[in-house]
C-alpha cells in the first residue's frame, strides 16, 4: 500500500521483512497523524481517523502515570493541539517483536521548533489502537 508522506524524513523500519498486517498499521498511524496538519478543517479529519483507528476502550498515559481514555484524549487533542494549530510529522516507525509499534513523532506549533515524542503502541485483537505510553512511561507495563 501506498504511504501518506508527512515528513520528507519518515522511514518505517524493523528487523524484518514487514508483513501486510505491520503495513496496514503503519498506513494507518500515518494517515491519523497526518490529520494534525494545522488545517481550519483539522479536527474533522482527525475526528474521522480517531474514531476509525482509536479501540473504545482506548487508554492513554500520560506523564505522571495520569490514563486519559478516549472520549477525554480526543477532547485533549481537539482543545490543546488542534485548536492551537499543531502540526505532527511521523519521524519513524519501528515495529517491535512483542506486536507493538514505537512510533517517533514531532509535534510543533506555527512559529515554534516542536518537540519529538515516541509512543509505544499497542493494538487490541481487532487492530486498533488500545494503549499508548510515552517513552518515559513505556517500560512501566513490560
Known amino acids: 500500500p501506498a504511504y501518506i508522506n508527512v515528513s520528507s524524513s519518515t522511514k518505517v523500519s524493523n528487523t524484518s521483512v514487514e508483513s501486510s498486517a505491520e503495513q496496514i498499521r503503519a ?67 519501528q515495529h517491535n517483536q512483542d506486536d507493538t509499534i514505537t512510533v517517533t513523532i514531532k509535534n510543533y506549533l506555527p512559529g515554534e521548533e516542536g518537540d519529538v515524542t515516541r509512543q509505544l503502541i499497542h493494538f487490541a485483537d481487532d487492530g486498533r489502537i488500545v494503549r499508548v505510553e510515552g517513552e518515559d512511561t513505556s517500560n512501566k507495563h513490560k
Open 27 to 93: 498506513k494507518q498511524i500515518t494517515e491519523y497523524l497526518a490529520t494534525l496538519d494545522g488545517s481550519p478543517d483539522a479536527f474533522e479529519k482527525y475526528e474521522v481517523q480517531a474514531y476509525r483507528l482509536l479501540h473504545p476502550d482506548l487508554v492513554v498515559e500520560s506523564e505522571g502515570g495520569k490514563e486519559i481514555r478516549l472520549d477525554a484524549f480526543i477532547t485533549l487533542v481537539r482543545e490543546n493541539y488542534i485548536a492551537n494549530g499543531c502540526i505532527a510529522e511521523v519521524q519513524a516507525i
